[in-house]
């Protein structure tokens, strides 16, 4: 059975990638009416964070099964939790942004994925 060209692995990615530029824009927008500037702020840190972990994740999952993998994989895999860490460490000691705001945040990526399962099985559908 062929794969149609809307669930190719890069027309995937390329969803979810505008998903979560959408979800985090509009939820910044929507912080900003509840919670003022700060919460603004925090909500948009949180979801460029997710944004590039997201960024980072495809590039491991980029080089899974290839010839010539990227040297040192697993310490960038590693780093990137630990910039996750070091992020929301510096944000709660030494900003005044929203925490609660930066974390939600932080999900925006997970939650593009799950509207794309979402698009996903409605195409299975049709």
């Known amino acids: ?30 912080a ?36 010539h993998p990227q040297p040192n994989l697993p310490q960038k895999a590693v780093l990137r939790y630990l910039l996750i860490a070091g992020a929301a460490y510096l944000l709660v000691r030494y900003t005044v942004v929203n925490l609660r705001a930066a974390l939600v945040g932080l999900l925006i990526s997970s939650a593009a994925v799950l509207i794309e399962i979402l698009i996903e099985l409605v195409h299975a559908r049709n």
């Open 1 to 30: 059975m062929a794969v149609p060209d809307d669930l190719t692995y890069e027309r995937v990615v390329q969803r979810i990638t505008r998903i979560t530029v959408v979800l985090g824009a509009t939820g910044s927008v929507v």
């Open 32 to 67: 900003l009416v509840i919670g003022g500037w700060s919460w603004a702020a925090g909500f948009a840190l949180g979801s460029t964070v997710s944004w590039v972990s997201f960024r980072w994740l495809k590039q491991v999952v980029g080089s899974l099964g290839v010839e």
